[in-house]
């Protein structure tokens, strides 16, 4: 058997339990900074794909640029881990239904 060269894995909601401190992150950084007026259920309801898919979804393809996209997601990324750090641990009730 050969020896893997990468491994693939899917972290949030698999291995750590972080999805609402995305939803928050992306709530605060919506609605505070760029004003989109939406509530918790909305931001939940985007919380899929890449974070410059996010941003087109909520506002249009014409609103940011790329360079503006690529801040933006790099500002929630910055406020999810400060907000995350404190009470990052692995999932352990490893239930299947």
């Given amino acids: 058997m ?9 972290l949030n909601g698999t ?3 972080d999805m609402e401190f995305h939803i928050r ?3 605060g950084l919506l609605n505070n900074d760029l004003n989109a ?4 259920e909305e931001v939940k309801s985007q919380m899929y794909g890449k974070n410059s898919e996010l941003l ?6 014409q609103k940011f ?5 690529d801040f933006w997601s790099i500002e929630k ?10 009470h ?7 239930r299947i239904s």
């Fill in 25 to 27: 992150a992306w709530k």
């Fill in 65 to 69: 640029s790329e360079e503006e996209m």
């Fill in 77 to 86: 990324e910055k406020r999810y881990q400060k907000e995350y750090l404190p």
């Fill in 15 to 17: 291995m750590v339990n």
């Fill in 37 to 40: 007026g939406l509530n918790h």
């Fill in 2 to 10: 050969k020896t893997p060269r990468a491994l693939i894995f899917d």
């Fill in 56 to 61: 087109i979804r909520v506002f249009g393809e």
């Fill in 88 to 94: 990052m641990k692995l999932i352990t009730d490893w």
